[in-house]
């Protein structure tokens, strides 16, 4: 049984859009205001307080701050959402209403009346079967199913009568649609309702995310899916270029996830969206409890921590996300400013938690700490952009999920890098793609797709296990400018090719790096897991000057430390200030070392 | 902060290496570049101490504290005492010039 709509047609034609429009424009400069307030918070009164005051009215002065700049981001968001909910709600009451009017308009031009109820009346025309006198009219209404029951030349002679009753089912139908809309609508609204008080916790975030995805199902036809996806990071950023300012805001509101992951759009833009959406997946991992969950809510919250810590280099988010094993891109430096830009590619069982969080996340800031030393304008980026392995039995097992993986992951690297270029300020900036461990492997795959890894200039491989080419100008930016660190005790830039791989009981802990002890000791093999050695002659590449690092077998027990100091300016000074200078663009001063 | 001109840049790293080797500090990278030379040392007790010349000749001297168990203590609360510079994009240029160490600075 349908309800009757409470809603007349004659509403339905009165309504004005206009006016929820003009509404929804409130709450667009509301939502504006907010995240003017956010802004100023960060930007002035907190890097005020820090730099200037001491003391622990300060300190409690900038707690309150950061929770104020909290709130005012979830009026951000909130209110940008109730904007687009509004104007979407108009974009479809205009369909509506839009059909409504044909079929009113139809109904005057034939002469017929349409009633306060729908039914619409019809004048007499034709003529009968028997005296051919014309047939008398009469009224026809929608019975609620159009075109199920066809008119029969019988039963209804008069031609008015079939016109009469489509007519009449074309007004029930928008207004019973209309109705829908407003019921649905009115459901996403009052979900848009914040708590009282001042207080924003995790769970009204959790709620927030609910709302965007409510809003998101309930304006997909309204802002459509129009974010070209398929297009190239350069196209992307003509068309964001393209948008006005209000497209570009109800975008940012009801789609972050999607534009905070977008190459080609702006570094700020995706900062600005990736803000929210790290608001919004805290706030949903927050409710769950499964372990998953928990290791990734702790990744994000290490990175929130950091955000809010206002250190130099400064921060931007240019990616975060739930899919996969988590996606987290963020640079140390404006992207779209620096002159220099390397982005770093991490390994094996990298995912996003807190150790990707705290590590990964330094050996960035490090790399791009390095750089400025030598050229200021220099950002550096770690791009957890892609599933890397998460191998625990060795790599025998897993090798061609592990070749798979890295070609997946170089098409992700090749448009994030084109976007790079695309948004990057500078006429010419000086780009580096640096791979560690797996992930030299995956900008190895990163180069052998179309014309190689775009707009990058210089190649640093560290700790590799090979990069899946065999002599580094196949890598596509000239064999003297693909630089590798290697040190003598990482045990994973020795791992042995595929067909001499045993795994040496007393390294297992060494996993997933299947190894033979024998291996280790024997220098003479110059082939790895994923191809030729890259610190060998035969490669090719200029190997630069890393520390040793600590001994294979450490006081506790079998040691890995080596795999993992290369960017790590107090463990392996030589090795990271020679990073510095490849990627601040002065690779002809670096100190080199002998080929393997 | 003095600037320290191309020609003297090999007195000023002369004279840092010879009083860190006195005073008994591991060498434990050395970048012999002339536009940028560095040098990594390290104390006795674990320190690292450097000294980086940077782009334009900037000079960066650093020390960190040699490693410790990751722990559960707040950050220092402890405000540097002068601006650290650590990481900054704008850090102002060396601009007081000094009869012997700016010899020959443009």
């Known amino acids: 049984m349908t309800p ?10 009165d309504l004005k859009c206009a006016e929820l429009e003009g509404a929804a424009d409130g709450w667009g400069k509301s939502s504006n205001r907010a995240d003017a307030a956010r802004d100023r918070i960060e930007q002035q009164l907190l890097t005020g307080l820090r730099d200037t005051q001491e003391g622990e009215a300060a300190q409690a002065a900038v707690t309150r701050l950061r ?47 349409v009633g306060a109820d729908g039914s619409v009346t019809y004048p007499a025309a034709g003529e009968a079967l028997v005296d051919g006198a014309p047939l008398r009219g009469g009224t026809a209404t929608s019975n609620g199913l159009p075109g199920l029951v066809p008119p029969s030349g019988l039963v209804a002679p008069n031609p008015n009568a079939a016109k009469a009753r489509d007519i ?95 190459d080609g759009i702006p570094a700020l833009t995706r900062d600005a969206a990736n803000l929210d959406n790290l608001r919004l997946l805290i706030g949903e991992l927050e409710g769950r409890d499964d372990e998953r969950s928990a290791t990734r809510l702790a990744g994000l919250r290490e990175i929130d921590r950091q955000l809010g ?44 938690d807190e150790d ?16 400025r030393y030598h050229d200021p304008s220099s950002a550096a980026i770690a791009w957890l952009g892609y599933d890397a392995p998460q191998a625990i039995d060795g790599l025998g097992s897993a090798a061609v999920a592990l070749d798979w993986r890295a070609m997946e992951g170089g098409k992700s690297l090749n448009e994030f890098t084109a976007g790079l270029s695309a948004t990057n300020e500078n006429s010419d900036p000086h780009l580096t793609a640096i791979g560690h461990s797996y992930g030299s492997r995956t900008v190895g795959a990163a180069t052998q797709q179309g014309d190689g890894i775009p707009g990058v ?56 790096f299947g190894v033979d002890a024998g291996d280790i000791a024997d220098p003479g093999n110059d082939d790895l897991w994923f191809g030729k050695d890259p610190a060998s002659e035969a490669f090719g590449a200029k190997r630069f000057r890393v520390d040793d690092g600590p001994g294979l077998v450490g006081p506790v027990g079998p040691s890995i430390a080596a795999h993992s100091q290369y960017f790590d300016p107090k463990r392996d000074a030589a090795s990271a200030s020679n990073i510095g200078l490849i990627v601040a663009g002065r690779s002809s001063k670096i100190s080199s070392q002998e080929y393997r | 902060m003095t600037i320290v001109s191309a020609e003297r840049r090999g007195n000023f790293l002369g ?55 990751k722990s559960e203590v707040a950050e220092s609360t402890t405000k540097a005492t002068a601006p650290t510079y650590e990481g900054m994009e704008n850090i102002p240029r060396p601009n007081v010039r000094s009869p012997f160490w700016s010899a020959g600075a443009p």
């Open chain 1, 168 to 262: 009449a089912d074309r007004v029930a139908g928008a207004v019973r649609a209309a109705a829908e809309i407003d019921w649905r609508y009115a459901g996403i609204l009052r979900r848009l309702k914040a708590e009282e008080g001042l207080k924003v916790p995790d769970a009204t975030w959790r709620d927030a995310a609910g709302d965007a995805a409510a809003v998101r199902d309930a304006a997909g036809a309204y802002l459509k899916d129009a974010i070209p996806h398929d297009a190239s990071p350069a196209e992307r950023r003509d068309w964001w270029a393209g948008l006005t300012q209000e497209q570009r805001e109800e975008y940012l509101a009801v789609y972050p996830d999607q534009i905070g992951n977008l």
């Open chain 2, 15 to 69: 004279v840092v290496d010879r009083s860190w080797r006195n005073s008994g500090y591991r060498m434990k990278s050395i970048n012999n570049d002339p536009d940028v030379p560095a040098i990594f040392a390290q104390t006795e007790d674990g320190f690292g101490v450097s000294l980086i010349v940077g782009g334009e000749g900037q000079v960066f001297f650093e020390v960190d504290s040699p490693c410790v168990e």
């Open chain 1, 67 to 113: 929770q104020l700049g909290r709130n005012f981001q979830y009026v951000y968001t909130e209110c940008g959402l109730l904007r687009t909910t509004l104007n979407s709600l108009a974009h479809e009451m205009r369909t509506q209403q839009r059909a409504l009017k044909e079929a009113l308009d139809d109904a005057a031009a034939l002469k017929f009346t």
């Open chain 1, 457 to 512: 200039d210089d190649i640093v491989l560290v700790g590799s296990p090979g990069v899946g080419v065999d002599r580094a100008e196949d890598l596509g930016v000239g064999s003297d400018h693909v630089f590798v660190g290697s040190a003598e005790n990482d045990v994973v830039t020795t791992v042995p090719s595929k067909r001499e791989v045993v795994v040496g009981a007393a390294l297992r802990p060494l996993a997933p």
């Open chain 1, 356 to 371: 990707f969080a705290t590590n990964d996340l330094k050996r960035a800031r490090d790399t791009a700490i390095g750089a």
């Open chain 1, 309 to 352: 810590a206002g250190t130099q280099p400064p921060m931007f988010l240019l990616g975060i996300g739930d899919e996969g094993n988590g996606r987290a891109i963020v640079s140390f430096g404006n992207p779209d400013t620096a002159k220099n830009v390397a982005a770093y590619v991490p390994g094996l069982n990298t995912s996003l």
């Open chain 1, 4 to 13: 009757t709509p409470a809603l007349t047609w004659v509403e339905l034609r």
